[in-house]
Nanobody
Framework: QVQLVESGGGLVQPGGSLTLSCTAS????????IGWFRQAPGKEREGVAC????????VYADSVKGRFTISRDNVQNTVYLQMNNLKPEDTANYSC?????????????????????WGQGTQVTVSS
């Protein structure tokens, strides 16, 4: 059974850092696209960072470029989202997602519509 479990959320002051983890089971993370997404209250879910199916660079939303880094540990079967210089507008519920059914290229990997499998999410609150 394909499953994703996020952890690492919490309350942090503006300018602070957090690292989110997305631990996968039922599949190998290095074989499929995987992405981080977030949804703030009253807003649509948006893509934050992703690793596409095919060889290529990670993809980031413009709002987090230079501050967030997505990475993966194939041994731990875990994908991380390192978030630095956090801002109040980063406050949201963060989820990871994957597609083991079809490939997702870099041009589509921030698009929520392509992902059939989602974790339950972890809350990140940036506030003083």
């Amino acid at each position: 059974q394909v499953q994703l479990v996020e952890s690492g959320g919490g309350l942090v002051q503006p300018g602070g850092s957090l690292t989110l983890s997305c631990t996968a089971s039922g599949f190998a993370i290095d074989e499929y696209a995987i992405g981080w997404f977030r949804q703030a209250p009253g807003k649509e879910r948006e893509g934050v960072a992703c690793i596409p199916s095919f060889v290529g660079a990670m993809v980031y939303a413009d709002s987090v470029k230079g501050r967030f880094t997505i990475s993966r540990d194939n041994v731990q079967n875990t994908v991380y989202l390192q978030m630095n210089n956090l801002k109040p507008e980063d406050t949201a519920n963060y989820s990871c997602a994957t597609s083991t059914r079809w490939p997702i290229p870099a041009s589509e990997c921030l698009n929520t519509a392509g992902y059939p499998t989602w974790g339950q999410g972890t809350q990140v609150t940036v506030s003083s």
